[in-house]
């Protein structure tokens, strides 16, 4: 066999292999994965949770509250579970929130209040009293009317000073700091912030003090006026001076009096 059939010999299986392997498609397809084996779904129990937001003082309806699923491995006590009562949305409907949820959050009857209790007694912290006081419906008695509930402010009595008003034949009023550090539960009729209000107006405050700082208030009514002073938010909880340290550390004012169109300046 000469050189010459050799060549075209080694062509034709040259070209006869690589036909093979065009028709073949390549190297072979990988093997598909292993599937994955899927866990069970974790057991759930449909909790009764709100379906807004809610703020505190909103009476409950129908439309507030829905069943969802909720996990079993997260479920707390206080939770009410369909599977438990089947009727607790109808009994939950007319109650009055306590303290605020959220949408989503699951409804707890330590945070409302039935119908036949008293709201503001439920919402007033154990050992204190809450104390209507009245104040200027245009805000000038109540930092201009920006004073909202849940607030906290000081209480300042302004009085009349007969003594000094008979020995100067003129009227002397003095007012002094009578209460400090003290929340607000309501303004009027409102007892919570709603729809970003932020002036509020009323003709009184409610106020929750201790027993004593209750007789303080009540007396101080009857013989002047009261004002409250908006305290800043960086002051929130810091324990509030008892009425005796507040008065003793109140220095005494110092009188202008004007006669005549002459002011001068007079301690009582």
């Not at 503001?120 to 920006?146: E, K, Q, T």
């Not at 009085?159 to 034949?169: C, I, T």
């Not at 929340?183 to 201790?210: F, S, Y």
């Not at 303080?216 to 909880?237: E, F, I």
């Amino acid at each position: 066999m000469n050189s010459a059939r050799l060549v075209v010999l080694g062509i034709a299986l040259a070209a006869g292999s690589g036909a093979a392997f065009l028709m073949s498609g390549g190297d072979p397809p990988p093997p598909p994965p292993a599937p994955k084996a899927e866990l069970p779904p974790p057991p759930m129990t449909e909790v009764l949770v709100a379906a807004a937001d809610m703020p505190m003082g909103q009476v409950l309806r129908a439309a507030d509250l829905r069943w969802q699923p909720w996990p079993d491995g997260a479920m707390t006590a206080g939770y009410i579970s369909r599977k438990d009562n089947a009727k607790a949305l109808d009994e939950t409907v007319g109650a009055s929130v306590r303290s605020g949820f959220l949408a989503g959050e699951p409804i707890r009857a330590q945070k409302l209040v039935r119908p036949e209790s008293g709201f503001m007694a439920a919402i007033l912290p154990s050992g204190m009293r809450a104390v209507a006081i009245v104040i200027d419906s245009r805000g000038s008695n109540s930092a201009g009317g920006f004073i909202l509930p849940n607030d906290r402010v000081d209480v300042i009595r302004t009085f009349r000073d007969d003594a000094n008003s008979r020995a100067n034949n003129s009227e002397v009023q003095l007012s002094q700091t009578i209460l400090t550090d003290i929340r607000v539960l309501a303004i009027g009729q409102l007892i919570q912030e709603k729809n970003g209000t932020n002036v509020v107006t009323g003709e009184t405050a409610t106020l929750a003090v201790t027993p004593a700082q209750a007789e303080t208030l009540t007396l101080a009514q009857k013989v002047g006026s009261l004002s409250l002073a908006l305290r800043s938010l960086a002051d929130a909880g810091r324990a509030a001076e008892p009425v005796e340290s507040a008065m003793a550390q109140t220095p005494e004012p110092g009188l202008t009096v004007v006669r005549f169109g002459v002011a001068r300046q007079q301690t009582p």
